[in-house]
């Protein structure tokens, strides 16, 4: 039996959480819920739009 792997976030996830953009008021979870079969990706709760920042250097 192979123990669970511990997800590593990257960069942007840890970033994401932190800013609270992931908060849906409406929905029962209190997350958005992405529908990412559309781009961008939509909540289906909501509605809202999921903003995704690319960073150039």
Known sequence: ???PQ???LSYNEKEYF???AW???TSPTKAHWWDCNTK???CKI????KV?????E
């Open 52 to 56: 995704e920042i690319v960073l150039t």
């Open 6 to 8: 511990k997800k590593s």
């Open 40 to 42: 961008p990706p939509v």
């Open 18 to 20: 932190a800013s609270g």
């Open 46 to 49: 909501c509605g809202k739009v």
């Open 23 to 25: 908060k849906c008021p």
């Open 1 to 3: 039996m192979v123990a």
